[in-house]
């Protein structure tokens, strides 16, 4: 009954896949990506159906009649950068966008700004006829009267904590009293716009997570490896070098390590850091790899294995392949325990008692991404706080999220005489009948041949 199920799921999630416009017919990963002003296109698409079909619910959810969001050049909030036309690298001057609540339940978007800003804002400052724009903004409130005025100030996620000192000392030295006092937290509702994804959206995450496979793929291949000669640093800088040709972006710098049957025993931070960044790859060597790229301003964060085939071997040792197998059932353990409602902290204590209790020795740190690779949302533990994380770890699971799926388990090669740790992430979205891998999992170690 369990693999029916499992079947059921999967079928409806590539229907709704489908719905949404993605393009089911096998090609490469690489021959999906959009020109540069298709993309820009598709951006400002998908910001304006979010506004226009999100974002209503989530200020009625979170109680809150308007929202502000200021930022200067360079400077920018965190949220209102996800917002900005395709075409706006970043804020202009100082920059306010304003979300009024209307008594129909309509989100209308403002500009508050000294240009036009896309087709989703309606310019609401002329500074020919009021030069003050701080007067443009109590204007646009005197004509809504809100009751609870939404401001970006946040304890534990930076990404909604975007309202810097400066801009928020002058908003309210410009505010009356009485709009004053209506500020409040715009938290849970700048969680929520950056964490939740709408249906038109998960076609293009999911060519997303797959050209960053794609890329995994061809790195860890002989074409690009030669044992004993290339190093890690090698396939570091050569995954930076593709991304580029690519026409892509990486939000954060890759990391290649190197795992072998020598004396040296594991260091986790170490396996991110390249500290060994000119070891040169060998026959017989376990390597991993944590990467990730944006595609339309979505993120994806990838690790996966690959193993150094030895002279006269086909495959890889079946030891290391069951080892791969047990970072699977850490993945099986924590996915049996997503809910809507239950927090980070619950989800990761009993993802952990699970996977403790069919043998394994996990270590999970999961994250919520999207517009961000370390995204707002549910934080499921840290590879440091396997007790739980205050704060985000104590926010619960919503509908239409996305996780990146980051785990470890420890296991004891005896062929190796020593503990090795297999470290997967994979990226997942989160609906009402399950969690689904934006592009399946890696269940088979890539190879590398020695020659």
């Known amino acids: ?61 979170t109680g809150l009649d308007m929202w502000v969001l200021i930022s200067r050049e360079y400077n920018e909030d965190p949220v209102l950068k996800t917002m900005l036309p395709a075409t706006w690298l970043s804020a202009r001057r100082t920059t306010i966008l304003v979300f009024a609540l209307d008594k129909q339940g309509d989100v209308n978007a403002y500009a508050v700004a000294p240009y036009k800003i896309g087709n989703v804002f309606i310019s609401a400052w002329d500074k020919h006829n009021q030069p003050d724009q701080w007067q443009a903004l109590v204007d646009l409130m005197d004509k809504y009267q809100p009751k609870r005025i939404g401001v970006n100030t946040s304890e534990h996620w930076a990404h909604a904590d975007g309202l810097v000192v400066t801009d928020q000392k002058k908003l309210q030295a410009k505010l009356p009293t009485k709009y004053q006092q209506r500020l409040t937290s715009a938290e849970p509702l700048a969680v929520g716009w950056l964490e939740q994804r709408i249906d038109e959206e998960i076609p293009y995450f999911k060519q997303a997570v797959a050209i960053a496979q794609a890329i995994i793929a061809q790195g860890f291949s002989n074409e690009v490896i030669t044992p004993g000669k290339t190093t890690t640093d090698d396939l570091v800088w050569w995954l930076r070098e593709r991304v580029r040709e690519l026409k892509l972006q990486t939000w954060f710098h890759p990391s290649v390590s190197i795992q072998r049957d020598d004396k040296r025993k594991f260091d986790h931070e170490s396996s991110f850091t390249n500290v060994d960044s000119d070891n040169v790859i060998q026959p017989g060597d376990l390597l991993h790899v944590d990467f990730g790229i944006v595609y339309l301003r979505l993120n994806t964060d990838t690790q996966q294995h690959a193993y150094v085939l030895k002279e006269g071997e086909t495959s890889p040792p079946e030891y290391l392949q069951a080892a791969l197998h047990s970072g699977n059932q850490v993945q099986d353990a924590l996915l049996e325990q997503f809910k809507v409602g239950r927090t980070g902290n619950e989800v990761l204590k009993m993802a952990r008692e699970t996977a403790i209790a069919r043998g394994l020795k996990p270590t999970i740190y999961t994250h919520p991404l999207g517009l961000h690779g370390h995204a707002a949302g549910t934080t499921i533990g840290m590879w440091d706080a396997q007790q739980g994380k205050p704060g985000d770890g104590d926010y619960p699971l919503h509908l239409n999220t996305a996780y990146s799926i980051e785990l470890s388990n420890d296991i004891y090669l005896e062929q190796w005489q020593k503990q090795i740790r297999i470290m997967l992430e994979e990226d997942a979205f989160f609906i009402a009948d399950g969690v689904f891998y934006l592009n399946g999992r890696q269940k088979q170690l890539h190879t590398i041949k020695a020659r």
């Open 1 to 61: 009954m369990a693999s029916i199920h499992k079947c059921a799921l999967a079928l409806k999630f590539l229907v709704l896949l489908a719905f949404s416009g993605l393009n089911m017919a096998s090609e490469s990963p690489f021959s999906t990506i959009l020109p540069m002003k298709e993309r820009a296109a598709v951006i400002d698409e998908l910001t304006a159906k979010r506004v226009n079909t999100l974002l209503p619910k989530l200020m009625k959810d």
